[in-house]
């Protein structure tokens, strides 16, 4: 069984800009959620689609959004970018027979 | 509010000396702690999960276990390979909630 996708795995970016990052699911599983990582702030949690509706959001200004797709696949998308954006962008897929969730390699966004 | 603290920060062991990571945890309505393996660049590996005090799973060199505001990572004679930073998450309502994590590294 194939594991979570993420494209692309490396992105650099200036200020100002806006970046849409993508994430494949585990096949069959139809949650996705999304995570920050940084070295000062460590795994954050940023939201979680379900069936392409959002079910959970965290604390993180309205410069991130994202959303589902019919085929599971999710998106994130980061606009404005401010230099604190950089860090590695995780996604993670759940099935539905336990909270199990299992995560991408990432994308490692970097902002100048 | 819900929270997740891991020690110690960083851990340095010698090839088959045994240790234990620890990961304290307040979260309403617990629904499931869970230890991952990360490798430096590399998304996070799923290792276990808990779900009920007195619980234990293991795999390999590790060992998992669960109390009401505790789960305990032993590490038996572990080896090289087995330095990554480890991560224990607590799920409340449908999030992870990540401790910042153990780095451990295991010296020949």
């Known amino acids: 069984k194939a594991g979570v996708t993420q494209t692309p795995r490396y992105l650099i970016k200036t200020r100002g800009q806006q970046v849409t990052l993508s994430c494949s699911p585990i096949?069959?599983?139809?949650?996705v959620s999304w995570y920050q990582q940084t070295p000062g702030q460590g795994l954050q949690f940023l939201f979680e689609?379900?069936?392409?509706?959002?079910?959970n959001k965290g604390n993180f200004p309205g410069r991130f959004s994202g959303r589902q797709f019919s085929n599971s696949r999710s998106e994130m998308n980061v606009s404005t970018l401010e230099l604190g954006d950089s860090a590695l962008y995780l996604c993670?897929?759940?099935?539905?027979?336990?909270?199990?969730?299992?995560f991408g390699p990432g994308t490692r966004l970097t902002v100048l | 509010e819900d929270q997740v603290t891991q020690s110690p920060e960083a851990l340095r062991l010698q090839e088959g000396e045994s240790s234990s990571l620890n990961c304290s945890y307040t979260?309403?309505?617990?629904?499931?702690l869970f230890w991952y393996r990360q490798d430096p660049g590399k998304g996070p590996e799923f290792l276990f999960t808990?779900?009920?005090a007195g619980e234990e799973k293991e795999k390999e060199r590790l060992k998992a276990t669960l109390t009401k505001k505790e789960s305990f990572l032993h590490i038996t004679a572990p080896k090289p390979e087995d330095s990554a930073t480890y991560l224990c998450?607590?799920?409340?309502?449908?999030?992870?909630?990540f401790g910042a994590g153990t780095r451990l590294a295991v010296h020949p």
């Open positions: 689609y379900f069936s392409e509706t959002q079910r």
């Open positions: 096949s069959g599983h139809r949650s």
């Open positions: 993670a897929s759940r099935g539905t027979a336990n909270n199990e969730q299992f």
């Open positions: 979260v309403s309505g617990l629904r499931g």
């Open positions: 808990l779900y009920s």
């Open positions: 998450a607590s799920m409340g309502y449908n999030k992870l909630i």
